[in-house]
């Protein structure tokens, strides 16, 4: 049996309803449990429900038929958009989620994620990639227990998202944290990931749930990566980035 500090998920069914009444289902049939120190990606085509799927998890959307117990402790959420507030230097945003939070510690965190120096700007004087990182130190400052992360490395070129995608991976896995990713990117799942799980079909369900194997053994990473291509061709499209 699964201990109190792992994800439980099961969602039978999430529907939304239409400006014209109809019930139209998005999610159906869905189980999933991570334990501690698990870091699983979550990947899916644009539009198929993962954004859903981490609010659920989050605690954010409740209107659904299934249950979630979520691991005691803190709880970090990423966003696809920064969420950051305007109004706060990039340090006060961070202050927003730990109050007490030393100057050096915002410092060896906005290191982390690749945008040093930055704490006295303002979230207007950041490109969409820069707030999107710094949306990821202020999740990170709480040391979660839990950490949810939406296309994260959304608008980072593959190279840097991959290493900024590791550094959250080692942090996370040292922590004992379970991290919950959506990506778009396989390679980044390979990179990072324990396991990869594939959402898919209308409504959708959990079409896969893969261990991934010793990285160290490059046949067996590369036939996976040529299976899950094989089986969800939509993990193969190819997506722009926009300036970091």
């Known amino acids: 049996m699964p201990g109190d500090a792992a994800l439980e998920l099961l969602i039978e069914s999430k529907a939304f309803v239409s400006p014209a009444g109809l019930r139209h289902i998005i999610l159906h049939d869905i189980g999933l449990t991570v334990p501690p120190g698990q870091i699983v990606a979550l990947l899916g085509r644009s539009g198929g429900g993962k954004s859903t799927l981490l609010r659920i998890t989050s605690g954010l959307d409740t209107a659904f038929e299934g249950h979630v117990r979520r691991p005691p402790g803190r709880l ?23 109050p007490d939070i030393m100057p050096l510690r915002i410092d060896d965190l906005l290191e982390l994620v690749g945008v040093p120096g ?15 990182r710094v949306a990821l130190a202020r999740a990170l400052a709480t040391d979660p227990h839990l950490l949810i992360l939406d296309e994260p490395f959304a608008s980072l070129d593959r190279q840097l998202g991959t290493t900024l995608a590791a550094k959250v991976a080692d942090l996370a896995r040292r922590a004992g944290s379970i991290v919950v990713v959506a990506t778009h990117e396989l390679e980044h799942a390979l990179a990072i990931a324990d396991r990869i799980c594939v959402l898919a ?7 896969a749930d893969i261990t991934i194997p010793d990285r160290s053994d490059a046949a067996s990473i590369a036939s996976l990566r040529t299976n899950l291509l094989d089986r969800f061709a939509f993990l193969g499209s190819k997506r722009v980035a926009h300036p970091a």
């Open 118 to 132: 930055v704490g006295h700007h303002l979230p207007s004087e950041l490109s969409l990639g820069m707030a999107r």
């Open 76 to 98: 970090g959420v990423v966003f696809q958009e920064p969420r950051l507030l305007p109004r706060l230097t990039v340090a006060d945003n961070l202050r927003l989620v730990v």
């Open 201 to 207: 079909g209308r409504p959708a369900r959990m079409e």
